[in-house]
């Protein structure tokens, strides 16, 4: 090689012996041939660019584009590479930028002995990969991003995971348990739902070989698990599912409720057990009442055969958590149960329980609502005066409490009952109040409806008088139906023109 490479040295410069890509320089002897007597440098003689491939200054150009290639430039993105200096030299891995980050990070794992860690992140890769070749094209499980592309996800699992287990080789079984939640925590906020499922069974896992704590860990786990499957049982896919003919999703959410029921059943009876509080003071008891009722009323909107079972164990439920308003919202559900299987008994009592808890709380348009409810039912069995009873406290709750959709709700109950009584004045009346409520409102299509309601009551009210005047053969009453007739006839004409002029 021309020793002035050897050397550092560039018809161009000096280049620097520190990223030389040649061995160390050696001594010669002052003998060398070439002219070196009596020097260690021999005399370099200009030559002209483009010459051929063995002169100095294609020799120079070689060694920058051989450190050019040390130092990782032309290549694009070199990312987090691993180095090392060989020489003074910095030596890039290039497999460390060439292969994915999810492969470097399970490489990197396996170097730095974190096995159990690697072999769940990779189990996690492959499954979903399964999930999205055996999904159907253009579902959302085909269509969803794969976490082994996502870094912050990639990051997150492997500061949790490498941490969980050196905690597990310290035998320190709650900080395996944290680290387990802060995941499934995690991906419930990204909406990776397998995935947090996965890390909630995780945790579920762990916490049974937790004692210390009295099984506290236990409970809160199958508390997280019957959440999640309580989530995923009323998702907006599942409810589609669920309303699509010939499909299967009613009975695949139903089985997620009823799965969410038992680990919340566990977490009751060990909330119950040991009377545990959260830090605000709150009692998990409780807590674990009211995921109960509220699982067990979504359970009975979707489970016709077993309403009344479900409903009832709501408002035990209810009950037991100390929370009358609930207690009162479960007693109107199971009363719309009795109704529907035709027990009108009970749903009287239901009601009227309903009823009295909406008074305590003060609650106007609860109360009202039951007393729509009572006189219902009480319509049903021919007890007309109750019915009228209770829809006129309807009509007087909604005027105290200003609730005008109410109170034309409640004045059209209670004038279709009064016209089907026969007593066409007074439900011309309510009607008629009902007819302006709506049009202030401007609620059109229950307007034209109550407009009808009116017109129906007011043609019953004149039968009576129309139909005896058209039986005499009184010349009176001859000439009053034709005056009324042409009187409605001219106002009829008269609204028509002053309509046309507005326009």
């Known amino acids: 090689r021309p020793y002035f490479v050897l050397l550092g040295y560039s018809p161009f410069g000096k280049m620097s012996s520190t990223i030389s890509p040649f061995p160390a320089v050696h001594q010669y002897p002052a003998s060398t041939a070439g002219g070196m ?51 003074g030299a910095v030596q890039l891995d290039p497999a460390s930028y060439r292969n994915s980050k999810s492969h470097n990070l399970c490489v990197q794992l396996i170097e730095e002995g974190y096995h159990e860690s690697f072999v769940e992140l990779f189990q996690l890769f492959k499954r979903q990969q399964r999930r999205r070749s055996e999904a159907e094209p253009g579902s959302k499980e085909a269509t969803e991003p794969l976490i082994e592309n996502d870094s912050l996800k990639l990051d997150q699992m492997r500061t949790n995971l490498t941490a969980a287990e050196d905690s597990k080789r310290m035998g320190d079984l709650d900080a395996v348990y944290m680290c387990q939640r802060s995941l499934a925590q995690y991906f419930d906020q990204t909406g990776d739902v397998w995935v947090s499922d996965h890390f909630h069974e995780s945790c579920l896992q762990t916490s049974l070989l937790i004692k210390e704590d009295g099984r506290r860990k236990e409970g809160e786990a199958h508390c997280n698990i019957g959440l999640s499957l309580e989530n995923r049982g009323t998702s907006v896919t599942c409810i589609a599912e669920c309303t699509n003919p010939g499909g299967r999703g009613g009975a695949a959410t139903l089985g997620k409720l009823v799965a969410a029921v038992g680990h919340l059943e566990m977490f009751y009876h060990l909330a119950r057990k040991h009377k545990w509080h959260t830090d605000s003071g709150e009692g998990l008891h409780e807590i674990s009442c009211e995921h109960l ?82 006189a219902k039912i009480h319509e049903q069995c021919e007890e007309f005066d109750k019915a009228v009873e209770w829809l006129e406290l309807f009509v007087e709750l909604s005027e105290k409490g200003e609730l005008n959709e109410k109170l034309a709700e409640a004045c059209k109950a209670i004038g279709m009952l009064h016209n089907t009584l026969g007593d066409f004045g007074r439900a011309c009346k309510f009607f008629e109040k009902c007819h302006t409520l709506y049009n202030q409102l401007c609620l059109k299509e229950e307007e034209i409806e109550a407009r009808a309601h009116y017109g129906i009551a007011s043609a019953h009210l004149m039968f009576e008088k129309f139909s005896n005047s058209l039986q005499t053969t009184d010349p009176g009453h001859v000439e009053a139906i034709v005056e009324w007739k042409e009187n409605r006839h001219f106002s009829e004409q008269e609204e028509d023109q002053s309509n046309d002029l507005t326009t």
């Open 293 to 374: 009722r509220r699982v067990y009323t979504k359970m009975a909107e979707k489970d016709g055969d077993s309403v009344i079972e479900l409903l009832t164990k709501a408002l035990e439920m209810s009950k037991e958590s100390g929370d009358s308003y609930q207690e009162g919202l479960a007693h109107y559900r199971l009363g719309l149960g009795y109704e529907e299987d035709r027990d009108l008994n009970q749903a009287i009592k239901c009601y009227k329980s309903y009823f009295e808890r909406c008074k305590f709380h003060g609650d106007t348009e609860g109360m009202g609502t039951a007393c729509r409810s009572m």
């Open 37 to 87: 007597k009596g020097s260690h440098l021999p005399s370099v003689r200009p030559t002209n660019r483009g010459s051929n491939p063995g002169s100095r200054t294609d020799v120079a150009s070689s060694a920058g584009r051989t450190q050019n290639r040390i130092d990782g430039k032309g290549r694009g993105r070199v990312g987090k590479a691993t180095h090392e200096k060989r020489g």
